[in-house]
Protein backbone atom coordinates (compact mmCIF):
# COMPACT_ATOMS: atom_id res chain seq x y z
CA UNK A 1 0.00 0.00 0.00
CA UNK A 2 1.39 3.48 -1.12
CA UNK A 3 -0.63 6.80 0.41
CA UNK A 4 -0.39 10.27 0.17
CA UNK A 5 -1.00 11.98 3.42
CA UNK A 6 -1.88 15.31 3.91
CA UNK A 7 -1.71 17.83 7.07
CA UNK A 8 -2.79 21.30 7.34
CA UNK A 9 -4.23 21.80 11.06
CA UNK A 10 -2.13 24.31 12.38
CA UNK A 11 1.13 26.13 11.32
CA UNK A 12 2.96 23.50 8.78
CA UNK A 13 1.46 22.77 5.29
CA UNK A 14 2.60 19.16 4.62
CA UNK A 15 2.18 16.62 2.08
CA UNK A 16 4.19 12.80 2.09
CA UNK A 17 4.00 9.39 0.61
CA UNK A 18 4.45 6.74 3.02
CA UNK A 19 4.14 2.52 2.14
CA UNK A 20 3.95 -0.28 3.77
CA UNK A 21 6.95 -2.51 3.92
CA UNK A 22 7.12 -6.16 3.73
CA UNK A 23 7.35 -6.97 7.52
CA UNK A 24 4.36 -4.63 7.86
CA UNK A 25 6.33 -1.56 8.91
CA UNK A 26 6.62 1.84 6.92
CA UNK A 27 8.71 3.71 4.31
CA UNK A 28 8.48 7.09 4.20
CA UNK A 29 9.21 8.02 0.73
CA UNK A 30 8.62 11.76 0.71
CA UNK A 31 7.61 14.36 3.72
CA UNK A 32 7.54 18.12 2.70
CA UNK A 33 6.61 20.59 5.26
CA UNK A 34 6.08 24.14 4.36
CA UNK A 35 6.62 25.89 7.73
CA UNK A 36 4.44 29.21 8.25
CA UNK A 37 6.79 30.59 10.91
CA UNK A 38 7.93 33.70 8.72
CA UNK A 39 4.17 34.98 8.41
CA UNK A 40 3.41 34.42 11.88
CA UNK A 41 6.34 35.47 13.55
CA UNK A 42 5.41 39.84 13.88
CA UNK A 43 2.17 38.61 15.71
CA UNK A 44 4.46 36.23 18.35
CA UNK A 45 1.59 33.76 17.89
CA UNK A 46 -0.45 31.65 14.86
CA UNK A 47 -3.05 33.87 13.26
CA UNK A 48 -5.72 31.89 12.16
CA UNK A 49 -6.62 33.56 9.37
CA UNK A 50 -3.08 34.00 8.03
CA UNK A 51 -2.71 30.27 8.60
CA UNK A 52 -5.90 29.48 6.29
CA UNK A 53 -4.79 31.47 3.45
CA UNK A 54 -1.22 30.05 3.80
CA UNK A 55 -2.42 26.60 4.07
CA UNK A 56 -4.97 27.14 0.56
CA UNK A 57 -2.10 29.04 -1.46
CA UNK A 58 0.91 25.85 -0.27
CA UNK A 59 -0.80 22.77 -0.14
CA UNK A 60 -0.98 22.24 -3.77
CA UNK A 61 2.79 22.84 -4.24
CA UNK A 62 3.27 20.60 -1.27
CA UNK A 63 1.75 17.50 -2.99
CA UNK A 64 3.44 18.28 -6.07
CA UNK A 65 6.69 17.99 -4.36
CA UNK A 66 6.06 15.00 -2.54
CA UNK A 67 4.89 12.98 -5.24
CA UNK A 68 7.78 14.11 -6.99
CA UNK A 69 10.36 13.34 -4.34
CA UNK A 70 8.67 10.16 -4.05
CA UNK A 71 9.24 9.76 -7.96
CA UNK A 72 5.37 8.83 -8.35
CA UNK A 73 2.25 9.76 -10.07
CA UNK A 74 -1.02 10.30 -8.24
CA UNK A 75 -2.12 7.49 -10.34
CA UNK A 76 0.68 5.51 -8.80
CA UNK A 77 -1.32 6.30 -4.94
CA UNK A 78 -3.68 3.97 -3.61
CA UNK A 79 -5.47 6.43 -1.60
CA UNK A 80 -5.19 9.42 0.07
CA UNK A 81 -5.35 10.79 3.69
CA UNK A 82 -5.96 13.61 5.53
CA UNK A 83 -6.33 15.26 8.58
CA UNK A 84 -9.44 16.14 9.45
CA UNK A 85 -8.89 17.51 12.65
CA UNK A 86 -9.10 18.62 15.30
CA UNK A 87 -7.27 21.78 14.97
CA UNK A 88 -7.72 25.24 13.37
CA UNK A 89 -10.99 24.65 11.27
CA UNK A 90 -9.38 27.07 8.25
CA UNK A 91 -6.58 25.00 7.55
CA UNK A 92 -8.54 21.70 8.26
CA UNK A 93 -10.70 22.60 5.55
CA UNK A 94 -8.07 23.41 2.97
CA UNK A 95 -6.23 20.16 3.86
CA UNK A 96 -10.07 17.82 3.54
CA UNK A 97 -11.16 20.13 0.16
CA UNK A 98 -7.61 19.37 -1.57
CA UNK A 99 -7.45 15.82 -0.58
CA UNK A 100 -11.19 15.45 -1.75
CA UNK A 101 -10.57 16.70 -5.30
CA UNK A 102 -7.36 15.13 -5.33
CA UNK A 103 -9.54 11.73 -4.23
CA UNK A 104 -12.50 11.82 -6.67
CA UNK A 105 -10.08 13.15 -9.40
CA UNK A 106 -8.06 9.99 -9.40
CA UNK A 107 -10.85 7.60 -8.36
CA UNK A 108 -8.88 6.42 -4.61
CA UNK A 109 -10.30 6.15 -1.43
CA UNK A 110 -10.01 9.20 1.06
CA UNK A 111 -9.12 8.24 4.79
CA UNK A 112 -9.86 11.25 7.82
CA UNK A 113 -7.26 11.01 9.82
CA UNK A 114 -7.39 12.26 13.47
CA UNK A 115 -4.13 14.49 14.12
CA UNK A 116 -3.85 13.16 17.43
CA UNK A 117 -3.51 9.53 16.44
CA UNK A 118 -1.48 10.74 13.77
CA UNK A 119 1.27 11.48 16.75
CA UNK A 120 0.27 8.74 18.62
CA UNK A 121 0.49 6.39 16.06
CA UNK A 122 3.98 7.39 14.95
CA UNK A 123 6.20 5.06 16.77
CA UNK A 124 4.77 2.49 14.76
CA UNK A 125 5.83 4.00 11.51
CA UNK A 126 9.09 4.82 13.27
CA UNK A 127 9.83 1.72 15.62
CA UNK A 128 7.53 -1.22 14.06
CA UNK A 129 6.13 -0.89 17.88
CA UNK A 130 3.45 -3.08 18.44
CA UNK A 131 0.10 -2.45 19.96
CA UNK A 132 -0.56 -1.69 23.31
CA UNK A 133 1.96 0.89 24.19
CA UNK A 134 1.65 3.52 26.86
CA UNK A 135 1.87 6.81 24.63
CA UNK A 136 2.67 10.21 26.37
CA UNK A 137 1.47 12.19 24.00
CA UNK A 138 2.72 16.27 24.11
CA UNK A 139 2.48 18.47 21.77
CA UNK A 140 1.45 22.57 21.08
CA UNK A 141 -2.36 21.57 22.27
CA UNK A 142 -2.49 18.88 24.01
CA UNK A 143 -0.89 16.79 27.09
CA UNK A 144 -2.23 13.30 27.61
CA UNK A 145 -1.49 9.63 28.54
CA UNK A 146 -3.16 7.35 26.51
CA UNK A 147 -3.01 2.94 26.41
CA UNK A 148 -3.12 2.65 22.80
CA UNK A 149 -4.52 -0.73 21.70
CA UNK A 150 -5.41 0.14 18.17
CA UNK A 151 -5.15 2.36 15.30
CA UNK A 152 -8.46 3.38 16.11
CA UNK A 153 -8.47 2.79 20.06
CA UNK A 154 -6.93 4.82 22.64
CA UNK A 155 -7.62 4.60 26.65
CA UNK A 156 -7.07 8.32 27.89
CA UNK A 157 -5.22 7.95 31.56
CA UNK A 158 -5.13 11.49 32.45
CA UNK A 159 -4.08 14.44 31.10
CA UNK A 160 -3.78 18.58 31.12
CA UNK A 161 -6.39 20.15 33.20
CA UNK A 162 -5.25 23.70 31.43
CA UNK A 163 -2.73 24.53 29.35
CA UNK A 164 -0.62 22.40 27.09
CA UNK A 165 3.22 22.02 27.60
CA UNK A 166 3.55 23.11 24.53
CA UNK A 167 1.80 26.02 24.40
CA UNK A 168 3.57 27.06 28.15
CA UNK A 169 7.14 26.80 26.22
CA UNK A 170 5.75 29.18 23.70
CA UNK A 171 4.14 31.17 26.11
CA UNK A 172 7.44 31.27 28.11
CA UNK A 173 9.73 31.99 25.08
CA UNK A 174 7.27 35.22 24.62
CA UNK A 175 7.77 36.80 28.02
CA UNK A 176 11.55 36.01 27.81
CA UNK A 177 11.97 37.80 24.17
CA UNK A 178 12.51 34.07 22.56
CA UNK A 179 11.74 33.45 18.90
CA UNK A 180 8.48 31.36 18.45
CA UNK A 181 8.29 28.38 18.23
CA UNK A 182 9.22 28.79 21.86
CA UNK A 183 10.19 24.91 22.76
CA UNK A 184 13.45 25.05 20.73
CA UNK A 185 14.17 28.60 21.54
CA UNK A 186 13.74 28.03 25.47
CA UNK A 187 15.28 24.14 25.11
CA UNK A 188 18.53 26.20 23.91
CA UNK A 189 18.79 28.91 26.03
CA UNK A 190 18.38 26.56 29.02
CA UNK A 191 21.61 24.72 27.80
CA UNK A 192 23.50 27.51 29.30
CA UNK A 193 21.55 28.20 32.10
CA UNK A 194 20.88 27.21 35.32
CA UNK A 195 18.16 25.28 36.87
CA UNK A 196 18.57 25.95 40.22
CA UNK A 197 18.46 29.82 40.32
CA UNK A 198 14.29 30.05 40.49
CA UNK A 199 12.16 27.77 42.50
CA UNK A 200 9.71 27.17 40.21
CA UNK A 201 6.58 24.81 41.38
CA UNK A 202 5.80 21.56 40.23
CA UNK A 203 1.72 21.43 40.38
CA UNK A 204 -0.37 18.85 41.21
CA UNK A 205 2.32 15.98 42.03
CA UNK A 206 0.77 16.21 45.33
CA UNK A 207 -2.64 14.77 43.78
CA UNK A 208 -2.81 11.01 42.87
CA UNK A 209 -3.54 10.23 39.46
CA UNK A 210 -1.80 11.14 36.10
CA UNK A 211 -3.50 14.54 35.39
CA UNK A 212 -1.12 18.12 35.07
CA UNK A 213 -1.52 21.52 35.19
CA UNK A 214 0.67 24.19 33.22
CA UNK A 215 -0.64 27.46 33.40
CA UNK A 216 0.64 28.39 37.01
CA UNK A 217 4.35 27.34 35.93
CA UNK A 218 3.86 30.12 33.08
CA UNK A 219 2.70 32.73 35.88
CA UNK A 220 5.55 31.70 37.71
CA UNK A 221 8.07 32.55 35.20
CA UNK A 222 6.36 35.88 34.28
CA UNK A 223 6.63 36.58 38.35
CA UNK A 224 10.43 35.70 38.48
CA UNK A 225 11.17 37.70 35.09
CA UNK A 226 9.17 41.12 36.32
CA UNK A 227 10.99 41.23 39.92
CA UNK A 228 13.85 41.20 37.90
CA UNK A 229 12.77 43.40 35.80
CA UNK A 230 11.94 45.74 38.67
CA UNK A 231 15.20 45.47 40.17
CA UNK A 232 17.85 45.81 37.05
CA UNK A 233 17.42 47.54 33.70
CA UNK A 234 16.45 44.71 31.90
CA UNK A 235 16.85 40.68 31.13
CA UNK A 236 20.44 39.68 30.72
CA UNK A 237 21.46 36.56 28.41
CA UNK A 238 22.13 34.97 32.39
CA UNK A 239 18.97 35.79 33.87
CA UNK A 240 16.96 34.43 30.03
CA UNK A 241 18.96 31.12 29.63
CA UNK A 242 18.24 30.51 33.85
CA UNK A 243 14.81 31.41 33.58
CA UNK A 244 14.21 28.97 30.78
CA UNK A 245 16.34 26.29 32.29
CA UNK A 246 14.27 26.79 35.65
CA UNK A 247 11.11 26.39 33.60
CA UNK A 248 12.48 23.30 31.66
CA UNK A 249 13.13 21.46 34.41
CA UNK A 250 9.72 21.66 36.34
CA UNK A 251 8.31 20.79 33.11
CA UNK A 252 10.32 17.74 33.15
CA UNK A 253 10.12 16.85 36.34
CA UNK A 254 6.42 16.99 36.48
CA UNK A 255 5.66 15.12 33.17
CA UNK A 256 8.63 12.19 34.15
CA UNK A 257 6.77 12.19 37.59
CA UNK A 258 3.46 11.68 35.92
CA UNK A 259 4.75 9.59 33.28
CA UNK A 260 5.72 7.42 36.29
CA UNK A 261 2.56 7.09 37.69
CA UNK A 262 0.84 6.12 34.38
CA UNK A 263 3.04 3.36 34.19
CA UNK A 264 2.68 1.87 36.78
CA UNK A 265 -1.51 1.92 36.28
CA UNK A 266 -0.20 0.56 32.68
CA UNK A 267 1.47 -2.29 34.43
CA UNK A 268 -1.39 -2.78 36.79
CA UNK A 269 -3.26 -4.40 33.48
CA UNK A 270 -0.11 -6.43 32.94
CA UNK A 271 0.65 -5.94 28.78
CA UNK A 272 2.23 -8.94 27.10
CA UNK A 273 5.56 -6.47 26.20
CA UNK A 274 5.24 -2.91 28.22
CA UNK A 275 6.87 -0.14 26.34
CA UNK A 276 6.67 3.64 26.68
CA UNK A 277 6.63 6.02 23.47
CA UNK A 278 6.22 9.89 23.16
CA UNK A 279 5.30 11.43 20.41
CA UNK A 280 4.47 15.53 20.02
CA UNK A 281 6.57 18.39 19.51
CA UNK A 282 7.47 18.79 23.14
CA UNK A 283 8.61 15.47 22.79
CA UNK A 284 11.56 16.84 20.59
CA UNK A 285 13.07 18.32 24.02
CA UNK A 286 16.01 16.41 25.12
CA UNK A 287 15.89 16.93 28.17
CA UNK A 288 12.47 15.33 28.49
CA UNK A 289 13.39 12.14 26.23
CA UNK A 290 16.43 11.63 28.60
CA UNK A 291 14.42 11.56 31.67
CA UNK A 292 12.04 9.54 30.38
CA UNK A 293 14.45 7.54 28.71
CA UNK A 294 15.91 6.96 32.19
CA UNK A 295 12.95 6.31 33.80
CA UNK A 296 12.02 3.67 31.05
CA UNK A 297 15.66 1.93 32.32
CA UNK A 298 14.84 1.71 35.63
CA UNK A 299 11.50 -0.24 35.32
CA UNK A 300 13.42 -2.49 32.92
CA UNK A 301 10.97 -1.28 29.82
CA UNK A 302 11.42 -0.13 26.31
CA UNK A 303 10.94 3.45 25.24
CA UNK A 304 10.91 4.91 21.96
CA UNK A 305 11.19 8.59 20.47
CA UNK A 306 10.72 9.54 17.15
CA UNK A 307 13.11 11.49 15.53
CA UNK A 308 12.74 15.17 15.93
CA UNK A 309 11.08 16.08 12.65
CA UNK A 310 8.63 12.94 13.15
CA UNK A 311 7.52 14.77 16.49
CA UNK A 312 6.71 17.82 15.44
CA UNK A 313 3.71 18.54 13.05
CA UNK A 314 4.22 16.16 9.49
CA UNK A 315 1.99 14.51 6.69
CA UNK A 316 3.94 11.61 6.86
CA UNK A 317 2.13 10.45 10.11
CA UNK A 318 -0.95 11.46 8.28
CA UNK A 319 -0.07 9.18 5.59
CA UNK A 320 0.68 6.19 8.12
CA UNK A 321 -2.74 6.42 10.34
CA UNK A 322 -4.25 6.27 7.14
CA UNK A 323 -2.72 3.49 6.38
CA UNK A 324 -3.33 1.94 9.26
CA UNK A 325 -6.82 2.55 8.91
CA UNK A 326 -6.95 1.19 5.92
CA UNK A 327 -5.90 -1.87 6.58
CA UNK A 328 -8.34 -2.01 9.32
CA UNK A 329 -10.45 -1.40 7.57
CA UNK A 330 -11.53 1.72 8.06
CA UNK A 331 -12.64 4.02 5.44
CA UNK A 332 -14.70 7.09 5.12
CA UNK A 333 -14.83 8.52 1.76
CA UNK A 334 -17.34 11.74 1.07
CA UNK A 335 -18.01 11.11 5.23
CA UNK A 336 -14.68 12.98 5.91
CA UNK A 337 -15.37 16.42 7.61
CA UNK A 338 -13.37 19.04 9.26
CA UNK A 339 -13.66 18.77 13.12
CA UNK A 340 -12.28 21.71 15.07
CA UNK A 341 -12.70 19.48 17.74
CA UNK A 342 -12.16 15.43 17.90
CA UNK A 343 -11.03 13.49 21.26
CA UNK A 344 -9.41 10.37 20.44
CA UNK A 345 -11.38 8.58 23.20
CA UNK A 346 -14.88 9.95 22.73
CA UNK A 347 -16.09 7.50 25.28
CA UNK A 348 -14.96 7.97 28.25
CA UNK A 349 -13.70 10.04 31.10
CA UNK A 350 -9.95 9.09 31.82
CA UNK A 351 -9.26 6.09 34.19
CA UNK A 352 -7.58 8.08 36.43
CA UNK A 353 -8.81 11.71 35.90
CA UNK A 354 -9.91 14.32 33.26
CA UNK A 355 -7.81 16.16 31.43
CA UNK A 356 -7.40 17.00 27.61
P1 LIG B 1 -1.53 19.56 18.55
O1 LIG B 1 -0.71 18.47 18.00
O2 LIG B 1 -1.79 19.42 20.03
O3 LIG B 1 -2.74 19.87 17.78
P2 LIG B 1 0.38 21.32 17.35
O4 LIG B 1 0.14 20.45 16.19
O5 LIG B 1 0.38 22.79 17.21
O6 LIG B 1 -0.64 20.92 18.51
P3 LIG B 1 2.96 20.12 17.48
O7 LIG B 1 3.43 20.53 16.15
O8 LIG B 1 2.76 18.70 17.71
O9 LIG B 1 1.72 20.93 18.05
O10 LIG B 1 4.00 20.69 18.50
C1 LIG B 1 4.33 22.04 18.47
C2 LIG B 1 4.71 22.44 19.86
O11 LIG B 1 5.88 21.73 20.23
C3 LIG B 1 5.02 23.92 20.00
O12 LIG B 1 4.35 24.42 21.12
C4 LIG B 1 6.53 23.94 20.18
O13 LIG B 1 7.00 25.01 20.98
C5 LIG B 1 6.77 22.61 20.86
N1 LIG B 1 8.15 22.14 20.66
C6 LIG B 1 8.80 21.91 19.50
N2 LIG B 1 10.09 21.57 19.72
C7 LIG B 1 10.25 21.58 21.07
C8 LIG B 1 11.36 21.34 21.95
N3 LIG B 1 12.56 21.02 21.48
N4 LIG B 1 11.15 21.46 23.29
C9 LIG B 1 9.94 21.78 23.77
N5 LIG B 1 8.87 22.05 23.01
C10 LIG B 1 9.01 21.94 21.67
FE1 LIG C 1 0.48 18.39 16.28
Redesign the pocket.
Known amino acids: LTLLGLES??D?TGAAVVRTRADGGGEILSNVVISQDDLHAAFGGVVPEIAARAHAEKIDIAVEQALSRAGLRLDQIDAVAVTAG??LIGGVLSGVMCARGLAAGAGLPLVGVN??AG?ALTPRLTDGLAFPYLMLLV????CQFLIAHGPDRFTRLGGTIDD????A??KTARLLGLPQ????A??GAARDGDARRFAFPRPLLNRPGCDMSFSGLKTAVLRARDQLLAAQDGLYPQDVNDLSAGFQAAVADVLTEKTRRALAAYLDLQPPAPTIAVA???A???ALRSRLSALAAEHGISFVAPPLAL???NAAMIAWAGLERLRAGLTDDAAVIARPRWPLDPDGPALLGGGR
Do not use: M, R
Open positions: SCDPGHLHSGGHAPGEFDPGGPVEGGVANDCTD
